[in-house]
């Protein structure tokens, strides 16, 4: 599995996104966006109602790989107000037996006590070890900070002019972006500068390409 050392703490990157903190026992994560599927579904788009369950199974996938102690969410956990998804969630997260944390993002509108009724603790920000866990990405001196919002991605030119836009985990000298974990959120292209590294997923593998 691809690994990156940052203050010399190794963090290991998942092809579904998820990036595992090995020091500390903590799986990170963010952007899943449960109940955008069903929120436009209801609202009339075409969007397939399996996107849902895929969500679902790629959380399995993280976290039997890594067993954590903790599940971490960077925000914008649920994409919208109560909907059918959140009973699924329910379910799903009563079958857990991980700790759940969540830092806050601007799409987390449901309220907190809901949250902290599953169980879940709520953060706007965290502070662990110089490292700063928040969804949106902040600077500050003295602090790494690991976030979301982005949903980072970079385009790949091949031969002619093919192209593929691809999710990734951008890393810049004080701050590593998390892809988008959610199946159905689009990707935001960024342009690597020097020092930069780009760590882009397939659906087997996360492979260093800049």
């Not at 987390?108 to 809901?114: A, E, N, Q, V």
């Not at 988008?180 to 780009?198: H, K, S």
Request: proline fraction near 5%; include cysteine.
């Amino acid at each position: 599995m691809t690994q990156t050392t940052i203050f010399k703490n190794t963090f290991l990157l998942h092809p579904t996104g998820a990036m595992y903190w090995k020091e500390q026992d903590v799986l990170l994560i963010a952007d899943v966006h449960f109940g955008k599927v069903a929120h436009f579904r209801k609202h009339g788009s075409a969007v397939p109602q399996e996107a849902i369950q895929t969500n679902f199974e790629q959380l399995d996938k993280a976290i039997a790989y890594y067993n954590p102690k903790e599940v971490c969410f960077l925000g914008d956990l649920f994409h919208s107000d109560l909907n059918i998804e959140w009973a699924y969630f329910e379910k799903w997260i009563s079958d857990q037996t991980v700790r759940f944390t969540l830092v806050i993002g601007n799409h987390d509108i449901i309220s907190p006590l809901r949250f902290e009724g599953l169980g879940i603790t709520i953060y706007d920000e965290r502070i662990i070890d110089g490292f700063l866990l928040t969804h949106h990405p902040e600077e500050r001196d003295g602090l790494y900070n690991f976030c979301g919002h982005i949903h980072p991605g970079v385009r790949l030119q091949g031969m002619g002019r093919q192209a593929l836009k691809m999710p990734c985990f951008f890393k810049k000298k004080s701050q590593l972006i998390l892809p988008a974990f959610g199946t159905f959120t689009g990707n935001y292209l960024l342009e690597p500068e020097e020092g930069d590294e780009v760590f882009v997923l397939t659906p087997d593998e996360v492979i260093l390409i800049a």
